[in-house]
Nanobody
Framework: QVQLVESGGGLVQAGGSLRLSCVAS????????MGWFRQAPGKERELVAL???????TYRESVKGRFTISRDNAKNTLYLQMNSLKPEDTAVYYC??????????????WGQGTQVTVSS
């Protein structure tokens, strides 16, 4: 069993930056990929960014050029650097470690979530 603990969320003005961290209780190098999801009120959870074991990254279109996902296997930590934040980025952000090949399933390992609020 792996536990994921996120931190780094908060309230920031539009245009500001935040860095989210996700610390795993076990080795993250065991996972084929890890990702960040977010869920805004009244909306479905959506994939924000994904990083593979080999370091390849994928971003949803709306965050490309603003967000950067990275991982430090030695620290068992996943990061999400968020720059040029917009009010529409407001959501609870979740760290995800998939049990299988496809991320985002209910059966995956999930963190408890961290709130990001961007004011206009």
């Amino acid at each position: 069993q792996v536990q994921l603990v996120e931190s780094g969320g908060g309230l920031v003005q539009a245009g500001g930056s935040l860095r989210l961290s996700c610390v795993a209780s076990g080795s993250i190098s065991n996972f084929n990929s890890m990702g960040w999801f977010r869920q805004a009120p009244g909306k479905e959870r959506e994939l924000v960014a994904l990083i593979t074991r080999g370091g390849s990254t994928t971003y949803r279109e709306s965050v490309k050029g603003r967000f950067t996902i990275s991982r430090d296997n030695a620290k068992n930590t996943l990061y999400l650097q968020m720059n040029s934040l917009k009010p529409e980025d407001t959501a609870v952000y979740y760290c995800n470690a998939p049990r299988g090949l496809i991320p985002g399933r209910q059966s995956d390992y999930w963190g408890q979530g961290t709130q990001v609020t961007v004011s206009s």
